[in-house]
C-alpha cells in the first residue's frame, strides 16, 4: 500500500496557506471539539501515549516533556515554538511554514491548552522571510475568527501567539539561546538545570517545541494515536531505554542529487531509499561516497563501508530513525535532513565547510568551543591548502574529543555537534585525508583564510 | 535633533504589550531600525535604549552578538544580496557563485557597491537547500541561483529606484 503523506498533503494545494482552504480540509475542527470536550491533561495524555519524539534534533519525547511543567502553577507558562531550523542543509520546517502554516498552529493552540499556556513566542529565523509573512498572515487570520485571543470560541481559554524575528544566529536553534535571544539578551545557553520547564523564558516555565512537532500533535490529535503508531519503528525489545520511533517525518534530501527535495515518509526510511527512489539519485551518473545523514551535527556515513554482519548492505542501508545513525557512528538521526556527497568530491573540502560552519556560528560562551572551533578550522585550512601536517589528522580528532557536553566541557551540544563530522569523516576517509597530507595537493578552493566571526 | 522619527519610536512601542519585561523588544527594535536607517547608529542605541529602559550598553552588547546589524559609521546598501556559503549549496556551486558575484560588484563581502545599491554578504546555510546554491534577497530566497541568473539579478537590483 502506497504511504499517503499527511503533514505534507495540503502543501501542494493552489492557496494552501490561507484560513478558507484548511478549514475546508476539516482544519481547526479538532481544535475546537478538544476545548469544548477535553480537558488539558487529556491533551498532555494522548500525546505522550502516541509516542511522539521532538523532532527538533534530539528526539526527546514531547508529551514527556510537558509533564516536567510544575503541578497547579500559577502562570504565566510559556511556549516558544522553535522555528530557528539553521542547522546546515535542513528545511523541512520551512516548508510547513510557508506552505500549511495553519497545521503548525492548530498544534501550538492544542499544546499551549495542553500545559495551560496563555502566550506562544513563535521565534522563527530571520532568512525565512517568507515563512515569517505566511505564519503573520495565517495568525492574523486566526485573529480575526476568533481562534486566537481572549476566551476563544466562548470556552473561556485565552492564547496570544506573537511571532520574534531572529537575527542570523545558529546557536539560537538550541532552547536555551533561544530564549535568552527572546529576552533581548546575547544568546548564550545556559547552564541546565534549572531546565525550561522549570525555569525558563522570562523564569517562568516555558515548553520549547519544533515546528515539525507542533503539525504532528494536530494529527495525532485529529487521527489517534493508533493511526501514529501504525507508522514508524516500533522500540528496540533489546533496549530498555527506546522509545521507539513512530509516525511520520519529513526527510529533506540536498546535495549531489538529481532531485533534492522534502518527502514525509514513515520513520525508519534507508538512505538508499531516499536517495535512490525519492531524490532521484546521485546526480551526473555518479555514486555516493558519502551521506550526512541528519544535519551537520551528526556526521558522516561512508557508503562503501560494509556494515557488520549484514551481508552485501553498507553504511548506505541503515534506517533513518532515532536508532539507526547511532549505529555507524553518527550522533543521531538529528534533523532527518541528507546530505548527498558524490565519489568525485573531496572530503577535505567538506570538512574543511563543516568547520568554517561551527567556528562561525560558535556564540564564544565557552572556550574549549571557541577555541576549539576556531582552531579545526585552522587545521582544515591548512589541510585544504596542501600544507597539512603529519599529526593533524590525530589533533583534529583529540580536539573533537574534548569540546562538547559529553566530554563535560562545554554549556550546550554545539561543540559536540562540531566535533562529530569531524571525528567521523576522519575516521572513516583517513586514506583520503592521509593522501591530501602526503601529495600536498591543493584544494580549488584553497584561499587565504577568511576570518571568521564570533557568533 | 532625535536620531529616530516618532512614527518609528511608535512602531517599537507597539511590541511593548508583547512581553512581560521591556527587554525582549530589543531585538524587534533593532530590526524596525536597522530595516529603515539601514544601520544602527549610535544615537539610534540611546534612543532604543531610552524606550526599553536599558543601559545603552545593554542594546550594544546584544546588538554585536549578531554580527546582523550594521553599527556605526558602517550602511546597508539598498538590497542585501547574501549568497549561501552552506555546504549544500557548496556542493552545488555556491562558492563560485560568491566569488562571482564579488568579481561582478567589484566588492568583497561584507561591503557595499560604490553606488550604494548593494551589500554582498555570505550566509551560513540559508535553509533552502532544495534550490542549491541560493541566495538571499533581504529576506527572500532565490532559488537555483545560476551566474546567469545572478547576473540578471544584480543588474535589475542596481536599477532598482
Redesign the interface.
Known amino acids: 500500500m502506497a504511504f499517503e503523506p499527511t503533514l505534507l498533503a495540503r502543501t501542494s494545494k493552489p492557496n494552501s496557506g490561507k484560513l478558507d482552504g484548511y478549514r475546508a480540509d476539516g482544519g481547526y475542527a479538532v481544535f475546537e471539539k478538544t476545548l469544548k470536550d477535553k480537558q488539558p491533561l487529556d491533551v498532555t495524555t494522548q500525546v505522550k501515549d502516541s509516542g511522539l519524539r521532538g523532532r527538533g534534533g534530539a528526539g526527546f519525547p514531547t508529551g514527556l516533556k510537558w509533564t516536567f511543567l510544575p503541578k497547579d502553577h500559577p502562570g504565566?507558562i510559556y511556549l516558544c515554538i522553535n522555528a530557528d531550523?539553521?542547522?546546515?542543509?535542513?528545511?523541512n520546517n520551512?516548508i510547513l511554514m510557508e506552505k500549511d502554516p495553519h497545521q503548525v498552529l492548530e498544534g501550538i493552540m492544542l499544546s499551549s491548552y495542553a500545559i495551560r499556556s496563555q502566550c506562544a513566542y513563535y521565534y522563527i529565523?530571520?532568512?525565512?522571510?517568507?515563512a515569517?509573512r505566511s505564519t503573520q498572515a495565517a495568525i492574523d487570520e486566526c485573529y480575526a475568527a476568533g481562534l486566537l485571543g481572549k476566551n476563544i470560541l466562548g470556552s473561556g481559554f485565552n492564547l496570544?501567539i506573537?511571532m520574534?524575528?531572529?537575527?542570523?544566529?545558529?546557536i539560537c536553534g538550541e532552547e536555551t539561546g533561544l530564549i535568552e535571544?527572546?529576552?533581548?539578551?546575547?544568546?548564550w545557553p545556559r547552564i541546565k538545570p534549572p531546565f525550561p520547564a522549570i525555569e525558563g523564558a522570562?523564569r517562568k516555565p516555558t515548553i520549547v517545541n519544533n515546528v515539525e512537532t507542533m503539525a504532528c500533535v494536530t494529527q495525532i490529535l485529529r487521527r489517534g494515536n493508533d493511526w501514529f503508531k501504525s507508522l514508524g519503528v516500533p522500540p528496540d525489545p533489546k533496549n530498555p531505554r527506546d522509545a521507539g520511533s513512530y509516525g511520520p517525518k519529513l526527510y529533506?534530501?540536498?546535495?549531489?542529487v538529481n532531485d533534492?527535495?522534502?518527502v514525509e515518509l514513515p520513520m525508519g526510511v534507508t538512505i538508499r531509499e531516499l536517495v535512490e527512489k525519492h531524490g532521484g539519485g546521485v546526480w551526473k551518473g555518479r555514486k555516493a561516497k558519502s551521506v550526512?545523514p541528519g544535519g551537520?551535527s551528526m556526521g558522516f556515513a561512508d557508503c562503501n563501508l560494509p556494515l557488520k554482519g549484514e551481508d552485501g548492505k553498507t553504511e548506505y542501508d541503515i534506517p533513518l530513525d532515532f536508532n539507526g545513525p547511532g549505529k555507524i557512528g553518527c550522533l543521531g538521526l538529528g534533523t532527518a535532513?541528507i546530505?548527498v556527497?558524490d565519489d568525485q568530491?573531496s572530503m577535505v573540502?567538506?570538512l574543511h565547510?563543516?568547520c568554517?560552519?561551527f567556528s562561525?556560528?560558535s556564540?564564544g560562551q565557552c572556550t574549549p568551543c571557541r577555541e576549539g572551533t576556531g582552531w579545526m578550522l585552522k587545521i582544515t585550512d591548512r589541510l585544504r591548502r596542501g600544507q597539512g601536517r603529519r599529526e593533524d589528522l590525530d589533533v583534529l580528532v583529540d580536539v573533537a574529543d574534548r569540546i562538547g557536553i559529553m566530554p563535560g566541557t562545554t554549556i550546550c551540544g554545539l561543540a559536540d555537534g562540531a566535533g562529530w563530522p569531524v571525528k567521523t569523516a576522519i575516521r572513516k576517509f583517513r586514506r583520503e585525508f592521509e593522501d591530501a597530507i602526503q601529495s600536498g595537493s591543493k584544494s580549488t578552493?584553497a584561499k587565504s583564510l577568511?576570518l571568521a566571526?564570533?557568533? | 535633533m532625535s536620531a529616530l522619527t516618532e512614527d518609528l519610536k511608535n512602531r517599537i512601542k507597539a511590541y511593548l504589550p508583547r512581553y512581560p519585561r521591556k527587554q525582549a523588544v530589543v531585538l524587534p527594535a533593532l530590526h524596525l531600525v536597522h530595516d529603515e536607517m539601514r544601520t544602527v547608529s549610535n544615537e539610534a542605541i540611546v534612543e532604543i535604549a531610552e524606550i526599553l529602559e536599558l543601559h545603552p550598553s545593554e542594546v550594544h552588547d546584544t546588538m554585536t552578538f549578531y554580527e546582523f546589524f550594521k553599527t556605526d559609521g558602517d550602511k546597508l546598501g539598498q538590497t542585501r544580496f547574501w549568497v549561501c556559503r552552506g555546504l549544500a549549496c557548496m556542493l552545488r556551486g555556491g562558492y563560485e557563485l560568491l566569488e562571482h558575484c564579488e568579481h561582478k560588484l567589484g566588492v568583497k563581502c561584507g561591503e557595499t557597491t560604490t553606488d550604494g545599491r548593494i551589500t554582498l554578504e555570505f550566509a551560513e546555510c540559508i535553509g533552502a537547500c532544495d534550490g542549491a546554491p541560493a541566495c538571499l534577497r533581504d529576506d527572500v530566497h532565490v532559488m537555483n541561483v545560476t551566474t546567469d541568473k545572478a547576473d540578471a539579478l544584480l543588474q535589475q537590483l542596481q536599477l532598482l529606484n
Do not use: M, W
Request: proline share 5%; glycine share 10%; net charge negative.
Open positions: 504565566p531550523e539553521s542547522e546546515p542543509c535542513t528545511y520551512r529565523r530571520y532568512e525565512y522571510g517568507d515569517y496570544d506573537y520574534h524575528r531572529g537575527a542570523g544566529a545558529y535571544s527572546l529576552e533581548g539578551k546575547r544568546a522570562f529533506t534530501i540536498a546535495g549531489h533534492p527535495k522534502c550526512n551537520l535532513a546530505t556527497i568530491t573540502d567538506v565547510n563543516v568554517q560552519f562561525h556560528e556564540c578552493y577568511q566571526g564570533a557568533h
